[in-house]
């Protein structure tokens, strides 16, 4: 069985653009969630895609915004970027909403 | 809302020797509990996870932990470590409905770096 991918591993952004992040769930799995991880600091949840829709939200303002496709694939949006925003975004996807989470190995987005 | 506090931020310990990790949670209700394990430039594997039952858990590389409900405590130990345990390690929570359902929001600690000496 496939892993959960991310896709790009590193990108480079300058404040103010927008940016698109990619997941590709594990084979199977039809909830992803999005996490951002802050230079030394735990993940922190922004939010969950069940079945195609927006399933929970943590605390990130309206320009993170996400798309889950019907082949259980995502995406992680940011408007606006900000300095702040520079971070490890981590994708997991999971069987079902309340199953083990697998994490991808995230994309490293730098915000100059 | 559930917060995770993991007491120390670098836990250094020579091979061999026993080690333990310290997590504390706050929540209002049930939860679930999980350690995840970061190698550098990775995502997070799941070490063990505590959903009911047995306090105790286990993994498959000999960690175990242990849910202590009056104390609010999960903390991880391993009685022999490896080099190869270097990483660093992520204690988390899940809140749960009354009917034990969660909702896939992880709230996770500061982590713990682990660093193991020959």
């Known amino acids: 069985e496939t892993g959960v991918t991310q896709s790009p591993t590193h990108l480079i952004k300058t404040r103010g653009q927008q940016v698109t992040l990619r997941c590709s769930s594990q084979?199977?799995?039809?909830?992803v969630s999005w996490y951002q991880q802050a230079l030394g600091q735990g993940p922190q949840f922004i939010f969950q895609?069940?079945?195609?829709?927006?399933?929970g939200r943590g605390n990130f303002p309206p320009r993170f915004s996400g798309l889950q496709f019907p082949n259980y694939s995502s995406e992680l949006n940011v408007n606006a970027l900000e300095l702040d925003d520079s971070a490890l975004y981590l994708c997991?996807?999971?069987?079902?909403?309340?199953?083990?989470?697998?994490f991808g190995n995230g994309t490293r987005l730098t915000v100059t | 809302a559930q917060s995770v506090t993991q007491l120390d931020s670098q836990v250094p310990v020579f091979e061999e020797a026993p080690v333990e990790l310290r997590c504390n949670y706050s929540?209002?209700?049930?939860?679930?509990l999980f350690w995840y394990v970061q190698y550098p430039n990775q995502g997070l594997q799941l070490l063990l996870k505590?959903?009911?039952?047995?306090?105790l858990v286990e993994s498959i590389n000999g960690f175990e932990a242990e849910f202590n409900k009056s104390q609010t405590s999960f903390h991880l130990r391993k009685p022999s470590v490896h080099i190869s345990d270097t990483a660093e390690y992520f204690c988390?929570?899940?809140?749960?409905?009354?009917?034990?359902?969660?909702?896939?929001?992880?709230?996770f600690g500061q982590g713990t770096i682990l660093t193991v000496h020959p």
């Open positions: 929540s209002s209700v049930s939860v679930y």
């Open positions: 895609y069940y079945r195609e829709e927006e399933n």
């Open positions: 084979s199977g799995h039809n909830t």
């Open positions: 505590y959903l009911s039952g047995s306090t």
């Open positions: 997991a996807s999971s069987l079902l909403v309340n199953s083990p989470l697998h």
């Open positions: 988390a929570v899940e809140e749960t409905n009354a009917g034990g359902t969660s909702y896939g929001k992880l709230t």
